[in-house]
């Protein structure tokens, strides 16, 4: 069964870290697109970063750059998106996505790109 779990998420103090992970089962990820998305309530998924193990390419959207990084880990088949100087607009629940094929520059943010779902991770930053 093919299956996406993200964890990791949390209440969290503004300015705080987070490292949410992302572990695929009933597949591998070799050879796939992992992209990371977020929706907060009342507003429309928001694809966040991007990336793909067979060309190692990664892709942030511009309000994120600087303070997201995503990354992979083949031997436990997982991808982690480290997030700091945690916002307040930061809050939402974040999902990863899996497509077959490399990250695509024009479409990697956008939702109906992407294949197979986890069931997201809330994360909350408030003082």
């Known amino acids: 069964q093919v299956q996406l779990v993200e964890s990791g998420g949390g209440l969290v103090q503004p300015g705080g870290s987070l490292r949410l992970s992302c572990a695929a089962s009933?597949?591998?990820?070799?050879?796939?697109?992992v992209g990371w998305f977020r929706q907060a309530p009342g507003k429309e998924r928001e694809g966040v970063s991007c990336?793909?193990?067979?060309?190692?390419?990664?892709y942030y959207v511009d309000s994120v750059k600087g303070r997201f990084t995503i990354s992979s880990d083949n031997a436990k088949n997982s991808v982690y998106l480290q997030i700091n100087s945690l916002m307040p607009d930061d809050t939402a629940v974040y999902y990863c996505?899996?497509?077959?094929?490399?990250?695509?520059?024009?479409?990697?943010?956008?939702?109906?790109?992407?294949?197979?779902w986890g069931q997201g991770t809330q994360v909350t930053v408030s003082s």
């Open positions: 996505a899996a497509a077959w094929g490399p990250c695509i520059s024009a479409t990697y943010h956008k939702p109906r790109s992407y294949d197979y």
């Open positions: 009933g597949f591998s990820l070799d050879n796939y697109a």
């Open positions: 990336t793909s193990s067979n060309d190692g390419l990664t």
